[in-house]
């Protein structure tokens, strides 16, 4: 079980402290999956990188199975069984796909292929290529789902996992989160893909900082659609166009 | 008969483990030690100077090693070296050279390669570079290769220079025929007070020529590399010189490519950075367990490989 407790975030941005997050409060439980939704730049990927200790809450705490996590490292985070796919991999000269892999998974893991395969990509192919610009932004994000498979953390986040992956693979992309997803782990999946909203059981919907709703996906998902709404005004305030339709 | 220090310099160097296979040449502290020649493969000591000739002849496989070892300080080791692939030959060499210094004086090797692939021939050749010692004598190591590739061969250098050298100056000639190409790998760590040079000069000489020279290297402490990688085409030769440094620390890297062409149907590039190791990659490594030290270690390593 993971909680969040009254967390706040602050950043500094152009030497202007911007807040990110405020009063975030929020359990996962092991054996459920959850999504976190809403628009760009509202801090879902900031909450995730305060679960993983690439960021510390300015104030409030961080629980895993009741211990005391916030003032942890990264790397203490990650042994203690938290993983996190990033939403856009890092690119790394020299390293390959099979170097990761055995780092994750803490052996020479004899996985490499199985783990590949298991997310649509030839293992002959792709055990030895080399972890950069060679590589499409959607290999980078499925090898990094491989990644994080061979960790196997009880704390899983994907962040965007469907992010410049083909239809195809987002298909199967589902099924092995899905299927990789047990009664010890929590799964916590940041997206606007209403096929992994769906198949969620808690959605939490993140806008300007704050989670704003929250709740089992049936009762929570016609409210966000509803929230949804495009603000966008439909007049050009330059040219006195008017639009029929939302831009997004 | 090696002693356990020679073996262990061996094993660094050459991963050598016992007794090399195919044909061979130990040099140790200015003498050749150990050698055997083959069938169509011989190695002979030259006579007007210290150094070895290696002639293989045409259509022939197999694998050469021709390791130098420095035990001693206050030594100057200067060899010259000629190495001859036979038309259609396809060999695979290992020089290289660890110098272990006891003392406080200087341990130097000089060593010069002037090596022909002649037409058709496959050569495949990794120099490796180590210093250790315990009384902060110097280890320094300044190889010469000289390479001339012939119509349609292929010649790919693999030239390392791991951890303990104290100064360098690397000088690596070659020139492409038609047809030829040139890959070459230079790996290169320094640390502490230690200086590396490396010059490399490249020329295309005829149609189909190509050459790819990729340069790495990681500069830690407060030691000072200098890459002069020049890529010259006289023909209607492609060329790509990519050099890459990691700075960290003090240290100082300098990287100066340049291209130069007289023929308009010849095809040249180059790409030069310096940058220090990439914040993101060092979070990733984290988030998969590894600290900020194994993380830093595990992305220098890859990228010297």
Redesign the interface.
């Known amino acids: 079980m993971l909680t969040l407790e009254k967390v706040n975030l602050d950043l500094e941005v152009e030497e202007q402290k911007v807040s990110i997050l405020q009063d975030i409060d929020i359990t996962f439980e092991a054996g459920k999956m959850y999504a976190l939704t809403g628009p760009n730049g509202s801090g879902k990927s900031s909450l995730a990188r305060v679960v993983m200790g690439i960021y510390h809450p300015t104030k409030g705490k961080v629980y895993l199975e009741g211990e005391d996590i916030t003032d942890l490292s990264i790397t203490e985070r990650a042994r203690r069984g938290i993983g996190y796919t990033f939403q856009q991999p890092a690119r790394f000269k020299g390293m390959q796909v099979k170097d990761l892999i055995n780092i994750a998974s803490g052996d020479n893991s004899s996985r490499k292929c199985s783990l590949l395969h298991h997310i649509g990509l030839c293992p002959d192919e792709y055990k030895e290529r080399t972890l950069d610009d060679s590589l499409s932004g959607g290999e980078m994000k499925r090898i990094e789902i491989a990644i994080l498979l061979a960790q196997n953390p009880r704390i899983r986040i994907f962040d965007e996992p469907e992010a410049g992956i083909d239809l195809w693979s987002f298909e199967q992309l589902i099924e092995v989160i899905k299927n990789s997803h047990n009664e010890k782990s929590v799964t916590v999946i940041i997206s606007h893909q209403e096929k992994i909203l769906n198949m969620v059981d808690e959605i939490a919907l993140i806008e300007e900082g704050r989670i704003s709703m929250r709740g089992g996906h049936d009762d929570i998902w016609p409210l966000i659609k509803e929230s949804a709404e495009c603000a966008c005004r439909k007049t050009c305030p330059w040219e006195e166009e008017s639009y029929a339709d939302c831009p997004r | 008969m090696l002693t356990a220090l020679d073996k262990k310099l061996l094993e660094e160097i050459a991963d050598l483990h016992g007794e090399p296979q195919g044909a061979f040449n130990i040099r140790k502290d200015g003498e050749g030690i150990q050698r055997r020649s083959l069938e169509g493969i011989e190695i002979i000591p030259k006579k007007d100077q210290p150094g070895i000739d290696v002639i293989v002849a045409e259509g022939k496989k197999g694998q050469v090693h021709i390791p130098v070892i420095l035990t001693l300080t206050d030594l100057t080791d200067v060899v010259y070296n000629t190495i001859d692939i036979g038309a259609g030959a396809d060999i695979t060499m290992v020089a290289g050279c660890g110098i272990h210094n006891p003392g406080s004086g200087q341990a130097r090797h000089d060593g010069v390669h002037e090596i022909i692939v002649r037409k058709g021939a496959r050569f495949l050749y990794t120099e490796k570079h180590f210093g250790e010692g315990e009384e902060g004598g110097k280890r320094i190591l300044n190889p010469k290769t000289v390479l001339k590739i012939e119509e349609g061969a292929y010649a790919e250098l693999e030239l390392i220079q791991i951890r303990g050298v104290d100064d360098t100056h690397r000088e690596t000639e070659a020139e492409v025929a038609a047809g030829g190409r040139l890959v070459m790998f230079e790996r290169l760590l320094t640390d502490g007070e230690q200086t590396a040079n490396s010059d490399i000069q490249v020329t295309l000489m005829g149609a189909e020529s190509t050459a790819r020279i990729v340069s790495?290297s990681v500069a830690q402490g407060s030691s000072k590399q200098t890459f002069y990688p020049r890529l010259m085409a006289t023909g209607p030769g492609r060329g790509h010189v990519e050099c890459?440094s990691i700075i960290m620390d003090q240290a100082v890297v300098r990287s100066v490519p340049e291209i130069w062409a007289k023929n308009s149907d010849a095809e040249l590039v180059h790409e030069a950075a310096i940058g220090k190791i990439?914040g993101?990659?060092m979070?990733?490594?984290?988030?998969?367990?590894?600290?900020?030290k194994e993380a830093e270690e595990?992305?220098i390593s890859?990228?010297?490989?």
Do not use: H, P, Y
């Open positions: 790495r890459d990439a993101e990659q979070i990733k490594l984290m988030t998969l367990g590894l600290t900020e595990a992305i890859g990228f010297l490989k």
